[in-house]
Nanobody, 119 residues
């Protein structure tokens, strides 16, 4: 099982980035997918999530209207489009895959990708 994030980097305030998370080793379409972030000295927080079928999404209030989560089940990839980036969006961003069933729960995490918003 592997989740590999990419697309992070340095961007100026107001700019955009698109993160990708490529998955392998499990039935991607059965898993709900999420993006989390962790800034230095802070707890890891949920940024955005999408159901396995893709019909339901939710976002942290701090990113609503700016970030969009999407998935491509044919490519086993989840994306996070980040627009109008702010200094406070600086963090390591992680993707997570989760499946919950009767009597079982599996979750997998990527290694993270650094996003730095700075002028």
């Amino acid at each position: 099982v592997q989740l590999v994030e990419s697309g992070g980097g340095l961007v100026q305030p107001g700019g955009s980035l698109r993160l990708s998370c490529a998955a392998s080793g499990f039935t991607f379409s059965s898993y709900s997918l999420s993006w989390y972030r962790q800034a230095p000295g802070k707890e890891r927080e949920l940024v955005a999530a999408m159901s396995s079928a893709g019909g339901s999404t939710n976002y942290a209030d701090s990113v609503k209207g700016r970030f969009t989560i999407s998935r491509d089940n044919a490519k086993n990839t989840v994306f996070l489009q980040m627009n109008s980036l702010k200094l406070e969006d600086t963090a390591v961003y992680y993707c997570k895959a989760l499946v919950v069933g009767r009597g079982y729960e599996y979750d997998y995490w990527g290694q993270g990708t650094q996003v730095t918003v700075s002028s």
